[in-house]
């Protein structure tokens, strides 16, 4: 009875931190979906489930020195705490689509694809093919110097935003383009920089 009560809080911590690192991997795929405001109860569970599992596996350790809970649970914390989780999605999104966001480029650039959105004259909705390109409803903007190109990886509200900006002549984006004020700004390849307003 004892050993299954170990086995249980063993699987308990194992499941409780699994649940952690596939929201710090997938949280900006799960908000594009259900929006920040539907995420709070989701990382609220999730949080307060390891939490709780947390404490019961330091009291276990205490109580019965066992070791194998609490550790997975530290080794979690120390992972969330310190592993670039948010940074390693979009480095992928950024290598994986990069190709795909010259394509629209490419279509911009030539005037096949224009701003197509009645209330902004800088918008631009993505054909269907490309909606996957640009979160927060498949749309970029144009810069009003009609050189840069953004696409947003998180598009929040009023000047909260982040992106992929594309610059043909390989300037770097000034702090106030697209009408942001950019915290970060960081080169990601030729003609590519990430941008961060918050």
């Given at each position: 009875?004892?050993?299954?009560?170990?086995?249980?809080?063993?699987?308990?911590?194992?499941?409780?931190?699994?649940?952690?690192?596939l929201?710090?991997?997938?949280?900006?795929?799960?908000i594009e979906?259900?929006?920040?405001?539907?995420?709070?109860?989701?990382?609220?569970?999730?949080?307060?489930?390891f939490?709780?599992?947390?404490?019961?596996?330091?009291?276990?350790?205490?109580?019965?020195?066992?070791?194998?809970?609490?550790?997975?649970?530290?080794?979690?914390?120390i992972?969330?705490?310190?592993?670039?989780?948010?940074?390693?999605?979009?480095n992928?999104?950024?290598?994986?689509?990069?190709?795909?966001?010259?394509?629209?480029?490419?279509?911009?650039?030539?005037?096949?694809?224009?701003?197509?959105?009645?209330?902004?004259?800088?918008?631009?909705?993505?054909?269907?093919?490309?909606?996957q390109?640009?979160?927060?409803?498949?749309?970029i903007?144009?810069?009003?110097?009609?050189?840069?190109?953004?696409?947003?990886?998180?598009?929040g509200?009023?000047?909260?935003?982040?992106?992929?900006?594309?610059?043909?002549?390989?300037?770097?984006?000034?702090?106030?383009?697209?009408?942001?004020?950019?915290?970060?700004?960081?080169?990601?390849?030729?003609?590519?920089?990430?941008?961060?307003?918050?």
């Amino acid at each position: 009875m004892k050993n299954l009560k170990h086995n249980r809080l063993f699987f308990l911590s194992l499941a409780s931190s699994i649940l952690v690192i596939l929201i710090a991997f997938f949280q900006w795929n799960l908000i594009e979906i259900i929006t920040e405001f539907l995420m709070l109860p989701i990382w609220l569970v999730v949080f307060g489930f390891f939490i709780v599992i947390t404490v019961k596996t330091i009291l276990n350790l205490f109580k019965n020195k066992d070791w194998k809970p609490f550790t997975i649970q530290l080794l979690t914390t120390i992972l969330w705490l310190f592993f670039p989780f948010t940074q390693v999605m979009l480095n992928l999104d950024f290598k994986m689509n990069k190709s795909e966001r010259e394509e629209v480029v490419e279509m911009v650039e030539q005037g096949t694809l224009k701003p197509n959105v009645s209330y902004d004259s800088l918008l631009i909705h993505l054909p269907k093919k490309y909606d996957q390109l640009s979160k927060g409803g498949g749309e970029i903007v144009i810069e009003k110097n009609g050189n840069l190109i953004l696409f947003f990886t998180y598009r929040g509200i009023l000047d909260n935003f982040s992106g992929f900006v594309y610059s043909p002549n390989d300037k770097k984006p000034s702090q106030s383009d697209f009408d942001g004020d950019f915290k970060q700004i960081e080169k990601l390849d030729e003609n590519w920089y990430f941008v961060g307003s918050y």
